[in-house]
């Protein structure tokens, strides 16, 4: 894809912070960083979003994201870590190349992602649940 920024930076034609390449992703580090360590995992052919990428990138990113969170616990002891990923404008997605955030918290760090809601009523769960049921 000529146009989008992380194909460039998978190609090395933009420079990056690269903490982990194999054949088919590499992380880097978030240039807006959220907090100290906020690493992207990016398959390297480029798909735009969770629904693009094939069965075999799905299976491949939750491994490699627990290996590079452990890492990431290892070397920056953080409270905690939250593993985001936006797809569509709606949702926050920004850069249309499926990319995966690993954001590690720190107590105090002040990130809310999302707000408190009121309980959902059970008549509504009930029937979203027959709705989504696969
Ligand atoms: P999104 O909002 O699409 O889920 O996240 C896009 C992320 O890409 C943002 O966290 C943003 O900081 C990061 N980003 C955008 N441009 C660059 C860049 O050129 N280099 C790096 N390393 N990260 C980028
Ligand atoms: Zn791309």
Redesign the pocket.
């Known amino acids: 894809m000529d146009n989008c ?1 992380f194909c460039k ?1 998978i190609k090395g034609d ?1 420079p ?2 690269k903490i982990y390449e194999d054949d088919t992703f590499v992380a ?7 907090t100290k360590g ?1 690493v ?1 995992i990016l398959p390297k052919r480029h798909a735009a979003d969770m629904y693009d990428l094939t069965e075999s990138e799905a299976a491949g990113l939750i491994p490699l994201a627990k290996k590079i969170a452990e890492k990431i616990n290892a070397t920056l002891s953080p409270d905690g870590l939250n593993v ?3 797809n569509g404008k709606t949702a ?5 190349h499926y ?1 995966m ?1 690993l954001i590690p918290r720190y107590n105090g760090d002040g990130i809310k992602f999302f707000k408190s809601a009121p309980q959902t009523p059970q008549d509504v769960l009930e029937k979203l649940a027959k709705e989504l049921k696969i």
Not at 28 to 34: E, G, S, T, V
């Open positions: 920024i930076i933009i990056s912070h880097i580090l978030d240039i807006f960083a959220a906020h992207l985001l990923q936006n926050g997605q920004e850069v249309f990319h955030h």
